[in-house]
Nanobody, 125 residues
Framework: EVQLQASGGGLVQAGGSLRLSCAAS????????IGWFRQAPGKEREGVSC????????FYADSVKGRVTISRDNAKSTLYLQMNRLTPEDTATYYC??????????????????WGQGTLVTVSS
């Protein structure tokens, strides 16, 4: 059974940092691209960042570029998202997700087939 368990969210002041983790199981982790998405209340789910399975290529949304770093530890089947200089606009539930096919990396939420339960990030001003 494919499972993704996101953790690390919490309440932080603007300008602070958080590190999210996503523990994966039930599939060959290093064969798949993995992404982070977020959804704020009343808004659609949007991509934050994703990382490829092969060469570690990464992609970031413009809204987080320069403040966020995605990484993966294939030996631990774990994905990370280091977020710095957080702003209230980063407040959302953050989800990790597995890309539907081994190999390539995509950006659209519909291209991801398994999702974690989400971890809430709240940034106070």
């Amino acid at each position: 059974e494919v499972q993704l368990q996101a953790s690390g969210g919490g309440l932080v002041q603007a300008g602070g940092s958080l590190r999210l983790s996503c523990a994966a199981s039930g599939f060959t982790f290093d064969d798949y691209a993995i992404g982070w998405f977020r959804q704020a209340p009343g808004k659609e789910r949007e991509g934050v960042s994703c990382i490829s399975s092969s060469d570690g290529s990464t992609f970031y949304a413009d809204s987080v570029k320069g403040r966020v770093t995605i990484s993966r530890d294939n030996a631990k089947s774990t994905l990370y998202l280091q977020m710095n200089r957080l702003t209230p606009e980063d407040t959302a539930t953050y989800y990790c997700a597995k890309y539907r096919n081994p190999g390539p990396m995509g950006w659209g939420p519909r291209e991801y087939d398994y999702w974690g339960q989400g971890t809430l990030v709240t940034v106070s001003s």
